[in-house]
């Protein structure tokens, strides 16, 4: 599903402009993630999508135009999430298709780096250990 880029006029367009495109983003990413073999059943346990989508474009909002509405920490609530270290790269790359397909280039360039940034830390996060094969691992090798 390709959609549309908004077209950018003046200050005061330009916000909800990406706002919009936010909007976009999320739900184009989602739907991606939700029909992808991988990520699908993850993505798919998400009790209240609606609601947990409004909380993405909220968090992107406040990444990329500096708005106050999100005020959490996602690093803790995906720690619980049954994620493997395949799953990281899986939800990159659909994230940076689906940021370049709805985002202006500014942006979409400032999510994808922030993207990858959290994907480094997350993953380093919730697999500081490598096992005895050198995979990255919860727990430390026995």
């Known amino acids: 599903m390709q959609l549309e880029k908004p077209?950018?006029?003046?200050?005061?367009?330009?916000?909800?402009?990406?706002?919009?495109?936010?909007?976009?983003?999320v739900e184009l990413f989602y739907?991606?993630?939700?029909?992808?073999?991988?990520?699908?059943p993850v993505f798919g346990?998400?009790?209240?999508?609606?609601?947990?989508l409004q909380i993405i474009k909220n968090f992107w909002s406040r990444a990329l135009l500096g708005t106050g509405r999100y005020q959490g920490h996602p690093y803790p609530v995906h720690t619980a999430l049954p994620i493997e270290p395949e799953h990281f790269q899986r939800w990159l790359e659909l994230f940076i298709?689906?940021?370049?397909?709805?985002?202006p280039e500014p942006e979409a360039k400032e999510a994808i780096?922030?993207?990858?940034?959290?994907?480094?830390?997350?993953?380093?996060?919730?697999?500081?250990?490598?096992?005895?094969?050198?995979?990255?691992?919860?727990?430390?090798?026995?």
């Open 7 to 25: 077209d950018i006029e003046g200050k005061a367009g330009m916000s909800s402009a990406i706002e919009c495109a936010i909007s976009n983003c």
């Open 31 to 40: 739907g991606k993630g939700l029909a992808d073999p991988l990520l699908g």
């Open 45 to 52: 346990a998400i009790p209240n999508l609606p609601g947990h």
């Open 97 to 103: 298709e689906s940021a370049r397909e709805t985002l």
């Open 113 to 142: 780096a922030k993207a990858s940034h959290m994907t480094q830390c997350f993953q380093a996060g919730m697999f500081p250990f490598t096992d005895e094969e050198g995979k990255p691992s919860r727990l430390p090798p026995h």
